[in-house]
């Protein structure tokens, strides 16, 4: 901008001894012919612009304040700083495997999502039914039953220590004293005729969910009762069942009319309480889809 520069000598030979004392008015007019042209900087942050205009502001001493104060400028670096540690966090999340990667029971009535918990040894059971499945925890052999041979689809299988049975409970049948008899299928209904009729001890029962949806749930400390059938018929081969005679936690629900159960189950009662933190994980992180 020399017309700038111009005004200044102009000035300068103004206020020297013997100068002109007045500005050409073509040289005004210039200048203000410029001025008008160009267009004004406004930045998003005019305090860390030295360029922008109009000026950012005055200080006290009547000097433009153009660059920002001392502690603005470790605020802005303290800020910049924290967003791009904030996305190296993320980022770096984004590219690990994620451990916990959700799987379906497919075959199951009411198919459902669930997670095997790190590090847990959980896996598939052989008893994989529409009717029921289950889960084992690792290679366990227990001893005493290693010479017992279970017909059918029954759970637990010879062998096993602990693990988790999910079942349909909307035509399960059981037997006691009385013989075989179908298991009513509202929750509250479904525990009492294990307990009444097929003879299952059983703790208080009490509220909780499954799924988000109520449930209840009793602790079966595994002194006497039955099992649970969820296919055969009453009169005929017993097919696929579990037993509630050993230390156990059942969980009853209805999911969208249907009646499903939970067995958390072990071959002692200090198994059991060893068990059910990382059984409960597991539960927990099922989801029925449609």
């Excluded at 984004?94 to 451990?99: A, C, E, K, Q």
């Excluded at 499954?210 to 649970?228: E, F, N, Q």
């Excluded at 999911?255 to 198994?271: E, M, P, S, Y």
């Amino acid at each position: 901008m020399t017309a700038t520069l111009d005004f200044d000598r102009l000035l300068m030979s103004v206020l020297e001894e013997g100068g002109p004392q007045g500005v050409p008015e073509t040289v005004v007019e210039t200048a203000l012919n410029r001025a008008r042209a160009v267009a004004q900087r406004r930045p998003l942050m005019r305090t860390l612009d030295r360029r922008a205009w109009p000026a950012p502001g005055f200080s006290m001493g009547g000097l433009p304040t153009l660059l920002p104060s001392r502690w603005t400028r470790v605020l802005m670096l303290a800020l910049i700083a924290t967003v791009l540690i904030a996305l190296g966090v993320v980022g770096s999340g984004m590219l690990r495997d994620d451990p916990t990667q959700k799987a379906t029971a497919s075959r199951f009535v009411r198919p459902f999502e669930y997670v095997i918990p790190v590090d847990s040894a959980i896996r598939m059971s052989g008893s994989s039914f529409p009717e029921m499945v289950a889960w084992v925890q690792g290679q366990d052999v227990w001893p005493v039953a290693s010479a017992e041979s279970v017909s059918g689809g029954g759970q637990p299988q010879p062998g096993q220590v602990r693990g988790v049975v999910v079942g349909s409970g909307g035509e399960a049948w059981s037997h006691g004293p009385v013989g075989r008899f179908m298991l009513r299928t509202p929750p509250a209904e479904f525990l009492a005729d294990l307990r009444d009729i097929a003879g299952t001890p059983m703790g208080a029962i009490t509220e909780t969910t499954l799924d988000g949806r109520p449930a209840l749930t009793v602790m079966l400390p595994g002194t006497g009762g039955s099992d649970i059938h969820v296919t055969g018929r009453m009169m005929g081969l017993s097919g696929t069942f579990v037993l509630v005679n050993i230390p156990s936690r059942l969980i009853v629900a209805e999911i969208d009319g249907t009646t499903v159960f939970v067995l958390i189950w072990a071959r002692t009662g200090d198994d059991l309480g060893a068990w059910m933190p990382v059984a409960d994980q597991f539960v927990e992180s099922i989801h029925f889809v449609p």
